[in-house]
């Protein structure tokens, strides 16, 4: 059976990150040179799974080189974003149609530095939607790459929020569209639904909802993305 264009990303970048952090951490040149070797197999791998969208795979290797740093600052993790769920008396849920996929999505975006993840999500929600946010509290933990609302490794911290003020409107830049759907009438082209919006849908309406976040894989790295 033939891998998956996702599991392909998912080696690649696994790969990669091993790579990296053996290059930041290795005094031996002749170990450099094998982590080299294998930054390169893995830039094949993600060429391959990328398609019609790859980058050259020597390009890979030199976007993945610019973060490599020497020690504990070289070791390398998942980026980190958050995504802020808000609904109505509705309870529909807030929705934006991103300008630079065309894809829905509840309101998300990169943990900035110097701000806390709740910080973030109050930012991001006036920024792309015009409205006042209040953090209610965290209600998923999610790995972006296995959700596929990613091609790089991310961890996604979902916050349940309310609207406290401000005026919906979508930001010039980040939005096509927003607006506010029901769980049964999510937009067409919503990414990754299936995955999030059960666990999601059932945090809104019961408070007591625990923390969802994703299974673990049996056994933990040759089990399915799917499970």
């Given at each position: ?136 509290r965290l209600i998923g933990v999610l790995d972006g790459m ?82």
């Open positions: 059976m033939s891998a998956s264009e996702a599991e392909l990303r998912r080696w690649a970048e696994t790969l990669s990150g091993l790579a990296r952090t053996g290059i930041g951490f290795t005094e031996s040149p002749y170990e450099r040179e094998r982590y080299e070797e294998i930054l390169a197999v893995a830039a094949d791998l993600k060429a391959s799974a990328d398609g019609e969208d790859a980058l050259d795979a020597p390009a890979y290797v030199t976007e993945w080189m610019k973060g490599a740093e020497r020690g504990s600052a070289g070791y390398v993790t998942p980026k980190v974003a958050v995504g802020a769920i808000l609904v109505n008396e509705r309870d529909e849920l807030l929705m934006i149609q991103r300008s630079d996929s065309g894809v829905w999505l509840y309101p998300t975006g990169w943990a900035d530095i110097g701000y806390s993840a709740p910080e973030v999500v109050v930012k991001e929600v006036k920024e792309e939607t015009g409205i006042d946010a209040e953090v209610v296995r959700l596929g609302l990613s091609r790089i490794p991310l961890y996604s911290l979902i916050f349940l929020c309310r609207a406290v003020g401000g005026t919906l409107a979508g930001h010039p830049h980040e939005t096509l569209d927003l607006g506010w759907f029901a769980q049964d009438s999510l937009p067409a082209n919503t990414l990754g639904a299936e995955r999030w919006s059960p666990a999601i849908f059932a945090a809104i309406r019961d408070s007591s909802f625990p923390v969802f976040y994703d299974d673990v894989r049996r056994p933990v790295w040759r089990g399915s993305d799917e499970h």
